[in-house]
């Protein structure tokens, strides 16, 4: 997420930065406040951004580092006719009151001039102490220390204030809204942007994006979603009510200006006309665990199951294999992604026979990061986005056919049996376990 926001406000992330994996704590190079700033006005994963002063393994390499850090940048700060305070704030211990003060107080080779402001100060100074990972074997002493001016904070209160148990409109797959606005990151949308997701549902994904203020539209195989009809998903509430669809959640936030439509249609036949492109495409494809992945079929076709609607719309489904909706979706986005667009959704990954080779490719699209959320012990989704490198040819239309990659993926077709296989035996284990 942090990437790609860099490369959204203009910046570049240098891979020779420190990245500690079992770390919270993340040391960038940001040309800018301004750019440090705009990163924080949409990263839900980031909590704070600071100036960093000075940092070490200890207290005495964190002074000496904070000796050695230029006096010209600090002075701005430090002035009599300012205020500040000392905040800290430690990951993996609690410190007592009296523990934080001797801290504070061991800072006072620092050329501080102004005056203490606990409620309401100018500038806020930061002790950052690094415990580790591990609450069983927490250290004496922290393996980390850091001092640094506090420039912004994240905005993870989006996750509170998006909650997808306060929203109108839900359905058995309504996506959590910290990874809905991860995603729109991702996609790097901005104002004025059209993002589309062929697999809309009940819009989650088209909250977040309204929210950084891009225009947004989806299609949905299923005409009760989209038209807000049939039975509710939430508990103690059997019918959906008139004003539930997915106009009601945009207008819910005040974003309703920034929805174009939702149609029924199948993202297997694209309905949009050539040269329509859209800036991101953001998606959840349907795995066939909560809900089964659908295509329009005809009356020659094997019938796997003819439905009817409350409005009298009648359709055939046939089955919709796993490989195909992705490389579907990639097909798709290949074709009417503008240049440097991007296409961010979930794949489900049955782990023991997870590979990277099984990750769908497209010759027009470049895998940009592959971030992995665990479901259970046996089973996974991956975050993958993509970005439009080539422009669209005839002759890429079928691409992935010649691909030596395309044949394994197809084994994941049986995702559904092999996370219900993975939850038997869990089930069965456990049952065991309380036998002893």
């Known amino acids: 997420e942090i990437t790609s926001l860099l490369s959204l406000c203009g910046g570049q992330f240098s891979g020779e930065q420190e990245i500690r994996v079992n770390s919270p704590f993340w040391i960038l190079n940001i040309p800018s406040e301004e750019m440090a700033r705009g990163l924080m006005k949409r990263t839900v994963c980031a909590k704070c951004i600071f ?30 006719d300012s205020t500040y305070k000392v905040h800290i704030h430690t990951f993996n211990k609690t410190l007592t009151q009296a523990q934080k003060i001797k801290k504070i107080d061991a800072l006072e080779f620092l050329p501080f001039k102004g005056k203490v402001n606990l409620k309401n100060p100018e500038h806020i100074f930061w002790i950052l102490e690094d415990y580790g990972m591990n609450p069983n074997d927490v250290p004496e002493e922290p393996i980390h220390l850091y001092f640094g001016r506090w420039i912004a904070d994240g905005q993870r209160e989006l996750i509170e204030s ?31 942007d059209i993002v589309y997701d062929p697999f809309v549902g009940t819009g989650g994904l088209l909250i977040s994006s309204a929210h950084f203020g891009a225009y947004v539209c989806g299609t949905d195989i299923d005409y009760n979603t989209i038209h807000g009809l049939g039975k509710a998903s939430r508990k103690n509430q059997k019918w959906r009510g008139p004003d539930e669809n997915i106009r009601a959640n945009l207008r819910q936030y005040g974003l309703e200006k920034y929805y174009l439509d939702a149609l ?12 329509m492109l859209f800036d991101a495409i953001i998606t959840d494809p349907p795995y066939g665990i909560r809900e089964a992945p659908r295509r329009m079929g005809s009356q020659k076709e094997t019938v796997k199951s003819v ?46 026979e997870y590979t990277e080779e099984i990750i769908p490719r497209h010759p027009c699209l470049k895998l940009i990061s592959n971030c992995e959320q665990m479901l259970s012990s046996h089973t996974s989704r991956r975050l993958i986005t993509m970005e439009k490198v080539k422009e669209f040819k005839d ?27 993975g939850v038997t035996k869990r089930i069965a284990k456990e049952e065991k376990d309380n036998q002893k």
């Open 51 to 80: 100036e960093l002063w000075g940092h070490g393994r200890s207290a005495g390499e964190l002074y000496t580092s904070l000796k050695n850090y230029p006096t010209e940048k600090m002075l701005p700060y430090l002035q009599s």
């Open 264 to 275: 029924v249609a199948d993202s297997s036949r694209p309905i949009w006309r050539k040269g």
């Open 395 to 421: 002759q890429d239309e079928n691409s992935y056919l010649l691909d030596g990659q395309y044949m394994p993926y197809r084994g994941h077709n049986s995702f559904r049996e092999k996370y219900f296989s």
């Open 162 to 192: 998006y909650s997808v148990k306060k929203r109108h409109f839900i359905g058995n797959t309504s996506m959590d809204a910290c990874l809905s606005f991860i995603m729109a990151n991702h996609g790097r949308v901005k104002p004025n």
């Open 307 to 352: 439905e009817r609607s409350t409005e009298n719309h009648f359709f055939v489904s046939s089955s919709y294999h796993l490989s195909d909706i992705f490389f579907d979706l990639l097909k798709f986005g290949a074709e009417y992604l503008v240049m440097g667009g991007r296409l961010v959704y979930w794949l489900p990954i049955y782990r023991p």
